[in-house]
């Protein structure tokens, strides 16, 4: 179980509200895609603030981080993450 605090700071942070909505769309993405994504739309462009704010999705359940063979990292959207498609 998640801390409601720790959840609530994930969902209500500008950027992390951002990358839900993106990830929700694609529902599973690569990290190199999401990436590239999240810097076309001008949500973050550093590699360490995508680490911060994906690590704290993870950590409140709100995204997935699956390791495939090759060691491509896939990401999916967890239920408490699609929260964010009702705003």
Do not use: W
């Not at 739309?41 to 360490?48: A, M, Q, R």
């Not at 690590?55 to 993450?81: P, R, S, T």
């Amino acid at each position: 179980m998640v801390d409601h605090a720790l959840y609530l700071n994930a969902v209500n942070n500008p950027i992390r509200k951002k990358m839900l909505r993106i990830l929700n769309e694609a529902e599973k993405t690569s990290q190199e895609d999401f990436f590239e994504k999240l810097k076309a739309n001008n949500i973050l462009d550093k590699e360490d603030v995508f680490k911060y704010n994906i690590d704290y999705l993870i950590q409140a359940e709100c995204v997935k981080k699956i390791e495939e063979v090759g060691n491509k990292i896939i990401f999916e959207i967890l239920q408490a993450g699609k929260v964010i498609e009702k705003y």
